[in-house]
T-cell receptor, first 113, second 108 residues
Framework: KAGVTQTPRYLIKTRGQQVTLSCSPI?????VSWYQQTPGQGLQFLFEYFSETQRNKGNFPGRFSGRQFSNSRSEMNVSTLELGDSALYLC????????????FGPGTRLTVL | EDQVTQSPEALRLQEGESSSLNCSYTVSGLRGLFWYRQDPGKGPEFLFTLYSAGEEKEKERLKATLTKKESFLHITAPKPEDSATYLCAVLGFNKFYFGSGTKLNVKP
């Protein structure tokens, strides 16, 4: 069974630009969560989607948004990038909302210059 | 406040030197406690899920235990390939809470 895939794996952007990251969950999984990981803050929860609906949201500004499609694939978007947005963005999938184990993808490394 | 605390932040061991990592939590409505291993630049890799106090899980040189307030990840006779950051996460009512991790370095 294929694992969680994330694209792209690496991104370099400049301040003020916007970026879209993509996540394909494990086949059959319908819940997708997004996290930001930085050396100083650790893993910070961004949001969770299930059946195309946002179920939970972390404490991030409105520049961070996401969506989920009918095939459970998810995207997250960051607008007006800031230097502090440089991080590893991780996607995790699980079979259902807030249930059981989350399986992580390899992450997208975003660098903002 | 719901939170997960891991200690120590970093741990250096000689190959074969057994030790334990700690994860303490104050999360309401515990529905599960999870251990992950993360290598540099990669996503966390799932290791164990524990659901109730007294439960234990083992995998190769790793053994995870759970009490009402904390979990331990015991590493027996570690090898250099066990070097990684170990993350603990707790599932509350509807949200995961992650600790900041313990960075383990095993010297040959």
């Amino acid at each position: 069974k294929a694992g969680v895939t994330q694209t792209p794996r690496y991104l370099i952007k400049t301040r003020g630009q916007q970026v879209t990251l993509s996540c394909s969950p494990i086949s059959g999984h319908r819940s997708v969560s997004w996290y930001q990981q930085t050396p100083g803050q650790g893993l910070q929860f961004l949001f969770e989607y299930f059946s195309e609906t946002q179920r939970n949201k972390g404490n991030f500004p409105g520049r961070f948004s996401g969506r989920q499609f009918s095939n459970s694939r998810s995207e997250m978007n960051v607008s007006t990038l800031e230097l502090g947005d440089s991080a590893l963005y991780l996607c995790a999938s699980s079979s259902g909302p807030g249930a059981d184990t989350q399986y992580f993808g390899p992450g997208t490394r975003l660098t903002v210059l | 406040e719901d939170q997960v605390t891991q200690s120590p932040e970093a741990l250096r061991l000689q190959e074969g030197e057994s030790s334990s990592l700690n994860c303490s939590y104050t999360v309401s409505g515990l529905r599960g406690l999870f251990w992950y291993r993360q290598d540099p630049g990669k996503g966390p890799e799932f290791l164990f899920t524990l659901y109730s106090a007294g439960e234990e899980k083992e995998k190769e040189r790793l053994k995870a235990t759970l009490t009402k307030k904390e979990s331990f990840l015991h590493i027996t006779a570690p090898k250099p390939e066990d070097s990684a950051t170990y993350l603990c996460a707790v599932l509350g009512f509807n949200k995961f809470y992650f600790g900041s991790g313990t960075k383990l370095n095993v010297k040959p």
